[in-house]
């Protein structure tokens, strides 16, 4: 079912709605190779209505280019919260739940061949998983709609340079083969 875009880029339903600019929803093709998801828009994005549009974005893509050899026009493109956290701070449990929602909708409504995480917040939020993203990166989950994966985002790759990098490729190297096995 398509979801009702009207109402998520109105949504009040946590208090971020009275610090954000704009809900940033999302966008991509239907039934994409990849469903990309991050933790929450930044200040870039908060501004621009789109998700990683700003210095992690780029990084991100050139990496997703690099290793899996699709475009952004490939993905679709979303974060688990879809308003930005004053500061950029850490989403609380109260707004991923309250969010969620419209995460699931997407999900269903999207339908991708794979669905990769970025970082933490994105990796719990989607598979549920307890353990940080140090133990959880690379691990094949099924969901729903098929496979998944989470990697590091690609800000803690800015951070921490070229050995994040080098686990991020790897990860990016397993949804190849995913996206390569029938
Ligand atoms: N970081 C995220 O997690 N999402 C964005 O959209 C931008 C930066
Ligand atoms: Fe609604 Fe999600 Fe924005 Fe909260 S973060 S107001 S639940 S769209």
């Known amino acids: 079912m398509p979801i009702d875009l009207e109402a998520l880029s109105t949504c009040t339903r946590c208090d971020l709605s009275l610090?954000?600019?704009?809900?940033?929803?999302?966008?991509?093709?239907?039934?994409?190779?990849?469903?990309v998801v991050g933790e929450a828009p930044g200040r870039s994005e908060d501004e621009?209505?789109?998700?990683?549009?700003?210095?992690?974005g780029q990084l991100l893509f050139r990496l997703i280019v690099e290793e899996v050899g699709i475009t952004r026009a490939e993905c679709f493109v979303t974060n688990v919260v879809k308003c930005r956290p004053p500061n950029n701070r850490t989403p609380t449990r109260h707004e991923l739940d309250t969010c969620h929602p419209w995460f699931r909708a997407q999900l269903d409504d999207v339908q991708p061949r794979v669905?990769?995480?970025?970082?933490n917040t994105a990796a719990r939020s989607i598979f549920g998983y307890e353990r940080g993203i140090g133990q959880t990166h690379g691990v094949v989950t099924q969901l729903e709609s098929g496979?998944?994966?989470?990697?590091?985002?690609?800000?803690a790759a800015l951070r921490g340079g070229a050995p994040v990098l080098e686990l991020m490729r790897a990860d990016l190297r397993i949804v190849k083969s995913l996206l390569e096995s029938p």
């Open 19 to 35: 610090t954000r600019q704009r809900v940033v929803i999302g966008s991509g093709p239907q039934k994409p190779t990849l469903l």
């Open 147 to 155: 496979p998944g994966l989470a990697t590091y985002h690609p800000a």
């Open 48 to 56: 621009g209505g789109e998700p990683f549009i700003g210095r992690s």
């Open 115 to 119: 669905v990769l995480a970025l970082g």
